[in-house]
């Protein structure tokens, strides 16, 4: 019969037959199993040397005398303050009565000894064993194998499960057999995933292993068997997120020479160490960041089993909106929120993987997919930061609590260095995947640089279109269009921002202190900035030398920080020199105190370094394309 379901897989998916057939060993299934019965037992003896038994303190959770005598000694202490302050009080009273005060001093003393005999019974004396809630106790030690199993259960897999699917490549890589299955007539997406099934597969089986105790006490913690069907679905989508990225890294990090599975499960764990603290001290997540929390599946563990993190609130999950829609409101709208933060996430990462998987040497996405993607980062970016609730309290010069009101301009005011931090890293990283490299730029210009002669439009020749969506064409025409699809959403927030001002708040102080015009010119210095770094970099990589990737990112690491850190150097301050910073890197500190014309004049000023830096490199084109033709023409 295993034979026949191994032969069924072979015929279904050959490559996750390769894998199991050489992981799935005697030794290796009895290791694992082993491992796995050990980890339980370990879990569950150590929390059964907690069983409350004879020696069992009365002050104990699970004495049901210690509620009773807590509330009494509460109550003592209530007491004990109320006649002590009536004993000050009386005693500066010069007519007061001796025998009223001995009265009250004799009631202190017997409220005093009545405390003394009470602690001395909560701490220093045993609880029967008939008061002790048995119950209660197996069913919390219940919740504590499970939340330890369950912990355990993402800890495992993900960085375990990365570690490995990284390692496997990376092995292959060096072995040659990957060249071997790039020309195997199976699909990229069945390969890849006969990996993700199969390269684990001792990982799952300690983990299944593990299932039944990990469901048996769930149900018996009277955990709702709807939260352990959520958990174990966000769990595996998580794993098909992380191993999906796994595998693309793996593709992609040749030059780390066996260090990769070490990084990536590292950077996995690290990741994973930050969310759980942030969902355990943390709660607060109605912010732009919320996506990246999401990836962690901490977050909905602390929401679904609450003993687990002892500070979590859930009614941080429960206020969660995207676009104003109330999705954190019920558990299906939390876990389908999970499902589709992950599903965006391994959508794009499968889109990778099937165009790097068969040829190496091209992009990760194409410009047009880049397009979309950008797209789709500013859809979730602006979604997780327009959350509607009471988030502005102005201070009350009438010393008066504040009254809080929810404000807009307040709201994404708040956001924007999220915003402006996430999409520089969004377009850094899109610079180094979609800028080509010189032998492609070479084969561009050789055959399709110059415009077609023809009836048709600009808009509608194949020159235009090839510099839009070609992969070999030059990234400039790609990068601009990103960039204005991640800067219009920022600038219609500065045009309506005074409309939106209902309350007549001090949130958008910037209008009068800057002015729309003037933030406005701002954002076109940076998008004339992020095009001469485009244009340095695609300089770079035309470049003769094997190392021009490290040329163009220690070229562009220079012209963005020297300039700033020698301003900085010479205590030259923004505020006294606003001009100087204006042609620097980071213009934005001298925006406030320089004048309109002056802004105007450095986007002036950098606009034709862009122009001068593009006619360099169309004539490094146009040379190149000529050297290849003529080397081509001489070598025939």
């Not at 992380?242 to 950077?267: D, T």
């Not at 600009?458 to 030059?474: A, I, M, R, Y």
């Amino acid at each position: 019969m295993m034979q026949n379901l191994i032969d069924k897989i072979g015929e279904w998916n050959p490559q996750l037959f390769r894998e199991l057939k050489g992981r799935l060993k005697v030794f290796n299934i009895i290791i694992a199993v082993g491992l796995s019965l050990i980890a339980q037992l370990g879990i569950f003896l150590y929390q059964l040397g907690d069983y409350p038994g004879e020696k069992y303190p009365m002050s104990g959770t699970y004495c049901n005398l210690s509620t009773g005598y807590k509330q009494r000694l509460n109550s003592l202490y209530q007491l004990i303050e109320q006649v002590q302050q009536k004993i000050n009080r009386y005693s500066g009273q010069p007519n007061i009565e001796p025998a009223k005060i001995q009265a009250l001093n004799t009631q202190l003393t017997n409220l005093k000894d009545e405390q003394v005999n009470l602690n001395k019974l909560l701490y220093d004396k045993f609880c029967p064993t008939d008061q002790i809630n048995i119950q209660l106790w197996w069913q919390d030690h219940w919740e504590y194998i499970f939340l330890s199993l369950s912990v355990m259960f993402v800890f495992i897999l993900l960085v375990a499960g990365t570690y490995l699917l990284i390692n496997n490549l990376a092995q292959e890589e060096r072995r040659g057999t990957l060249n071997f299955l790039r020309l195997t007539p199976q699909s990229e997406v069945s390969i890849l995933t006969g990996k993700m099934l199969g390269v684990p597969i001792v990982i799952y089986l300690l983990v299944l292993t593990a299932l039944p105790l990990h469901l048996w006490a769930g149900i018996s913690a009277k955990i709702a068997l709807s939260h352990i069907l959520s958990f174990d679905i966000v769990l595996i989508a998580s794993c098909v997120f992380f191993y999906s990225y796994a595998l693309l890294f793996g593709l992609n990090s040749r030059w780390f020479s066996g260090f990769q599975p070490w990084l990536a499960s590292g950077v996995v764990l690290l990741f994973l160490f930050t969310t759980m603290n942030l969902a355990s001290y943390s709660p607060y997540i109605q912010n732009t960041a919320t996506w990246l929390r999401l990836l962690s599946p901490f977050d909905m563990m602390g929401y679904l089993f609450g003993n687990l993190f002892r500070h979590y609130d859930k009614t941080s999950l429960n206020e969660l909106q995207f676009f104003y829609l109330p999705i954190g409101k019920n558990l299906v709208g939390l876990v389908g929120l999970h499902l589709i933060n992950y599903g965006v996430g391994i959508y794009w990462a499968w889109q990778a993987l099937e165009r790097r998987f068969r040829n190496p040497n091209t992009a990760i996405i194409s410009k047009g997919q880049s397009y979309w993607f950008v797209a789709c980062c500013q859809l979730g970016f602006w979604g997780f930061t327009l959350q509607y609730y009471q988030n502005h309290c102005p201070y009350n010069y009438n010393s008066q609590p504040p009254s809080c009101y929810y404000d807009l301009n307040y709201q994404i005011g708040q956001n924007l260095p999220f915003l402006i931090m996430f999409n520089l890293a969004l377009l850094f990283s899109l610079l180094l995947i979609i800028t080509p490299q010189r032998q492609q730029v070479q084969d561009w210009s050789r055959y399709s640089y110059h415009p077609e002669a023809s009836n048709r439009s600009f808009w509608n020749s194949s020159w235009f279109k090839d510099v839009v969506w070609g992969e070999k064409s030059p990234a400039l025409i790609a990068m601009a269009i990103n960039l204005l699809i991640i800067v219009t959403p920022l600038i219609v927030w500065i045009i309506l921002a005074p409309v939106l001002n209902v309350k007549q708040s001090h949130t958008i102080n910037w209008v009068n202190d800057i002015g729309r015009m003037k933030a406005i010119l701002a954002v076109a210095v940076f998008i004339s900035m992020m095009m001469i770094y485009t244009t340095i970099a695609q300089m770079m990589l035309m470049m003769k030398t094997s190392r021009r990737s490290i040329w163009a990112i220690g070229t562009i690491g220079a012209v963005m920080f020297l300039p700033p850190a020698i301003l900085s150097f010479l205590s030259i301050s923004p505020l006294e020199y606003p001009a100087v910073w204006l042609f620097s890197t980071f213009p934005w500190v001298g925006l406030k105190d320089a004048a309109t014309i002056t802004v105007f004049m450095s986007l002036l000023f950098e606009v034709t370094v862009l122009a001068l830096l593009n006619f360099q490199l169309n004539k490094q084109i146009k040379l190149a394309g000529e050297s290849a033709t003529k080397a081509l023409l001489t070598a025939r």
